[in-house]
């Protein structure tokens, strides 16, 4: 049975009228099993005519407790003094706490580390080199990303590609809302039109100049890369794989230049160049489209 | 863990005790009445009225049928536990010892030797009385219980005498108290056999292990300390952040409990931003905090494990006790 389950349905299920429930399966108790976990399974129907299925999974704790004839019979004493006036368990006098208490562990990390964190910080702050990068050619320390050199280079490259038309003189999709002067979203704008979408854009930015570097080494990171490509000329991006379940390097790199010529330079000079012990392969990028 | 809370006294608690078969909880607090608990469901049984000031300690018998408490009131009691009423109280004026005539002062510690047969009481110095501790004869048959006082000793102790515990094999009595020394006494002789000068100052509580071979003393100079109960060498310190006022030893794990907090008289010219009421569990040997169980709005006064080992109680200036019954997660901590 599927979607809303209407009181006539079930009437016609068992030919009476008087329950739902029937179409329901029982509920199930499996459990407990090596740890102790009991998994219980319940149907119900819901107010709207949903049917719900609840998974409830309970730990089982057994607590053995011996109990002597004693104090069997001092469980049944009378009350006494002030309260005589309370009946046997009906006690204002005892609650339950309403929040739940834990044990707060109390954790001591061993003074050098958190020295040692601490000046890692402080080395970190101290030397402004780590944490400024520039966006645009991925310099670090040098200067701002509105302070690049390669500041107009990179836009020219990286976002008026392809169309030549200048935006505003377009009868594209967009062409009729954008006539008004309104807001325009930017996959209808005239650049984003005959076809050619936003998503198309951004592979075509990466796309660009682009070199594909493999058997690098484990330990290879952005960095290291920049020093190797960064005398060619200016690099837009540098992406390093990695796995993202082991967090290890995949061994492969792709660099964006900024021009053809210094992409072309790069792979002449480093292909076949001994990096880390090994031999680096640069080639350009084939497109994603060839790769899927 | 979700504590119970015994919400039955009106003023700050005092002493929390566990019977023997752990089903029984006792509870003393400056309020006249102590009250009797199921240790389990945290249900009121009853209270002993009779007291006509604060209840500072009591203890209870091995069969779980007496009860005895001392209080500020000059006297010490001794109830039928199962109803309630007091079948003899060593009055002020009625007890005859030397060198003085009568005990007129109020009685703070009480504990009952191993056998039952015998039990302690120690007096606070009152009008220029020096604290002192008697020993009285317990009657296995409640109608010869008589108020004589077998011995009495106390010389050179300054200040209260805080908590009184039998030794092992009921040969000492040990001692501590304001002047923060601890004293190990010859029952025989009454003379002081040994002494432990290591807190600086005063002792609030002294708790002895299951086997009687050490004990952990609570000092308001913010560390507990554990101590071999023959010898009285000082086997470890536990570092606090706050006076210490109660402290326990678990009976199934190698682990201390701490209870304590800023005095609430301290609170207003201290620095101390929080009042510190939660309870430290300590690793026994170690002497590293394993962790911390708050609740208490106000100093933990008293502490008590129940001899099995899986909940203890805690009893603050909040006028609550709260009963932990401890999780499975912390019967796996190493």
Redesign the interface.
Known sequence: MSGKMRWGDSADLDGSDDDFDVALPASQVFGPDANGVKTIIDYRIKEDGLKVRTVKKVRV?TVT?K??K??LA??K????????R?K??D????????????????R?TPKSESEKSGDALAAMAGSNTSLLVCRICGKKGDHWTTKCPYKDLASMNTLGLGDAKPPGEDDGPGGASSGKGGYVPPSMRAGASGGQSMGDSMNRRRDENSVRVSNLSEDTREQDLQELFRPFGPVTRIYVAFNRETGESRGFAFVNFVNKDDANRAISKLDGYGYDNLILRVEWAAPREERK | ????????HERPLTFIKYNR?G??LFTCAKDH?P?L??AD?????????GHNGAVWTCDVTH??RTLVTGSADTTCKMWDV????CYFTHQARSIHWFPYDHFDQPARAVALAQGDEKMCISTDPFMGVPARVHIVNVAANREEQTNEIVASFGDGVEGRINRALWGPLNETILTGGEDGVIRAWDVETGKIKLEARDHKKQIQHLCLSEDKTHFVSASLDKTAKLFDSETLECLKTYVADRPVNAAIISPILDHIVLGGGQDAMAVTTTSSKAGKF?S??YFKVYE????????HFGPVNALAFNP?GRSFTTGGEDGYS?V?H?????FRIR
């Open positions: 704790n407790k109990v002597t004693e104090m001092r469980k004493w009378a009350k006494f003094g002030d309260a005589q309370y046997p368990g006690e204002s006098m005892t609650a339950v706490s309403i929040e739940e208490i834990f044990l707060e562990r109390h001591t | 863990m979700r504590p119970i809370l015994l919400k039955g078969d089903d029984l009445h009250t608990w199921y469901d945290g249900e009121r049984v009853g209270t002993y009225v069969d779980s199962e109803t309630g009423t939660d430290k569990i590293e905090e394993i962790g911390s169980i708050r609740g099995d709260r932990h401890l999780d499975n997660d912390y």
